[in-house]
């Protein structure tokens, strides 16, 4: 499944350019709000779910090699989170849903970590 496809079975709102949205195949999902968890257990390609918006997500992002950052409950990012996450290529989506929903609706579409999957 491609982001794109996510993108629109979510109605997410994509908040950096949606440059190869069609070409992104997450391998996975991750949802923590602590970056620290993030950055120890989130797997390269992953999809992360979080209420965070600060600039700090972009880096952990971009180190891990992240899909896209999925930002719950209606948190928006400053535009200097914006502009590094453009610099970056670090694609950030937003929804007004909590991540437990989000998180639902993803494992609904199949996205899934084979690791963990029964």
């Known amino acids: 499944m491609h982001l794109k496809q996510i993108v629109d079975a ?5 908040l950096t350019q949606p440059i ?16 620290s968890c993030v950055m120890s257990s989130a797997q ?5 779910v979080t209420l965070q918006s ?16 999925i930002i719950t409950e209606g948190a928006q990012p400053d535009p200097a989170t914006l502009e590094k996450a453009e610099q970056e290529g670090v694609v950030l989506l937003s929804t007004p849903l909590p991540t437990y929903t989000v998180v639902g609706k993803l494992w609904e579409l199949g996205i899934r970590n084979p690791e963990t999957t029964p």
């Open 54 to 69: 600060h600039l700090n997500i972009v880096a952990v992002a971009a180190l891990l090699d992240l899909a896209a950052i």
């Open 10 to 14: 979510l109605h997410l709102k994509i």
């Open 44 to 48: 390269r390609g992953n999809v992360w």
């Open 20 to 35: 190869g949205l069609d070409e992104i195949e997450p391998t996975g999902g991750y949802a923590s709000d602590l970056l």
